[in-house]
């Protein structure tokens, strides 16, 4: 499998309450709490470890929120070289009700950056990047970042190292990042349709997104719809099977995970059906990345994909 680093700008700490029949302006008792590592990236390395993969994830983190962050990630055994910041990162608090499936999310803006962190961001990356195959670049941009920062990181990745990239982000910074070409695209439906790209059309959006940009592989995502893959070798569409949702949250990031997983030998099928089938394996819990490789091989089992 590939080897992948993984950048979280702006990661979290994620606390998930599981509430039954949550009440707004009412005294809630929740039945549990989940406390974890979260930020995009830190999602997909958490997941692409459990398919038996190596990566590392790596970022900006401040203050004690920060160091919590890092420490859970590394208790969960998740390889970390995060630059540290002044300010705090964030706390994000997610509500979970069982009865409803209903999910409520509470997620803070993140620390304002300095130019000066924001240039030793950039001097570990070039440090880590030899070591890899793959930089995985997701998540929102913290203030003070430049919002063009994945184009930049695109660009030093493959112009500097000659490592491959996936942009998997929304507004302008995918606008800036798919113009710097990244190997693959990953998009949901709604992301894309910041590109001018109808949503009702999603299964199309991948067409346009290689034809408009030149890029060689886009992936366009549509929740329990599936997703669809085109690459110059073609494309498919992978219907989701039916599950129980608990949770979507980190679904995108496990699909990312599952994708990478089959995308070694660059076989867009296997990829696709392996990046559904760890979407929907995440969706079925309440922790974000919460994959398994057996769990993903049954449910890929499961998925159907279809060359259209």
Known sequence: MLRILTVTLNPALDQVYE???FAVGKLNRPVSKTVTAGGKGINV???????GGQAMATGLAGGSVGRDIVDAAANEGIPTAF?????ESRACVKIADSATGVLTELNEPGPVVTAE???RLLARLRELLPDFD??????SVPPGVPTDVYAQLIRIARD??????????SGDALTAGIEAKPEIVKPNRHEAAEL????VRWQDAATELRHRYGVPVAVVTA?????VVESGAGKWRAASPPIDVKSPVGSGDSLTAGFLSGWGDRDAVTALKFGVAAGAVNAQSYRSGDVNADAVRQMADRVTVTEM
């Open 196 to 199: 001018g790209i109808d949503p």
């Open 45 to 51: 390395a958490r997941a692409y470890r459990a398919l």
């Open 160 to 169: 500097e190292f000659g490592v491959a990239s996936l942009l998997d982000a």
């Open 117 to 119: 962190e924001y240039g």
């Open 19 to 21: 509430v039954a029949d």
């Open 223 to 227: 929740g329990a719809e599936g997703a």
């Open 83 to 87: 630059v540290s910041i002044a300010a």
């Open 134 to 139: 793959v930089i995985v670049l997701s998540g």
